[in-house]
């Protein structure tokens, strides 16, 4: 006589988010100013103003941006502002920071258009391993947008799950 295998995850009625459906696809470049510094140390308006002005700018088109100073140099804030105003028409997103802020922030930005209310009073695990590195602050935006809504949030896989939050 042959046994059935009965599949228990999918009768506990769990429901699995993996935020590698919130990955946004698309080419990311870094801009570092630190090679617009006279001297390495200091940034002239007059330099800034000189390379924006020669910049092929198109060359950005439907790209996210990170504006960023890896030197150990205080930048002015306008010169962030004039670079911003330059790629605005072009980049699809422009951030301060290194690719790492940019893919959170494009991460947070999709996790926000979730319609949380659609989980209510759902039992949902948060797949922890995807096939795309995550960034921590996806995770802690998904928790804090699912948590008014659903019954319970867990962390892992089916098999293993981490307690986050259950409901009263």
Same mark, same amino acid.
């Given at each position: 006589?042959?046994? &059935?295998?009965?599949?228990?995850?999918?009768?506990?009625?769990?429901?699995?988010?993996?935020?590698?459906?919130?990955?946004?696809?698309?080419?990311?470049?870094?801009?570092?100013?630190?090679?617009?510094?006279?001297?390495?140390?200091?940034?002239?308006?007059?330099?800034?103003?000189?390379?924006?002005?020669?910049?092929?700018?198109?060359?950005?088109?439907?790209?996210?941006?990170?504006?960023?100073?890896?030197?150990?140099?205080?930048?002015?804030?306008?010169?962030?502002? &004039?670079?911003?105003?330059?790629?605005?028409?072009?980049?699809?997103?422009?951030?301060?920071?290194?690719?790492?802020?940019?893919?959170?922030?494009?991460?947070?930005?999709?996790?926000?258009?979730?319609?949380?209310?659609?989980?209510?009073?759902?039992?949902?695990?948060?797949?922890?391993?995807?096939?795309?590195?995550?960034?921590?602050?996806?995770?802690?935006?998904?928790?804090?947008?699912?948590?008014?809504?659903?019954?319970? &949030?867990?962390?892992?896989?089916?098999?293993?799950?981490?307690?986050?939050?259950?409901?009263?």
């Amino acid at each position: 006589m042959e046994e &059935l295998i009965e599949n228990k995850v999918d009768k506990s009625g769990l429901i699995t988010i993996s935020l590698d459906e919130f990955y946004t696809q698309g080419e990311r470049v870094l801009i570092d100013i630190k090679d617009l510094l006279y001297e390495g140390l200091i940034l002239r308006e007059k330099d800034i103003r000189e390379f924006i002005k020669n910049e092929n700018w198109e060359k950005y088109k439907d790209k996210y941006i990170a504006l960023y100073c890896s030197a150990d140099a205080i930048i002015p804030m306008w010169a962030y502002m &004039l670079l911003a105003s330059a790629l605005q028409p072009f980049a699809k997103k422009i951030v301060f920071g290194d690719l790492k802020e940019l893919e959170a922030q494009l991460f947070i930005q999709q996790i926000e258009k979730l319609n949380a209310e659609k989980y209510k009073d759902e039992r949902v695990i948060i797949k922890g391993c995807g096939k795309i590195p995550t960034p921590e602050a996806a995770f802690v935006a998904i928790t804090t947008i699912l948590r008014p809504y659903v019954k319970s &949030l867990m962390f892992g896989e089916a098999c293993s799950t981490v307690p986050i939050y259950k409901s009263k």
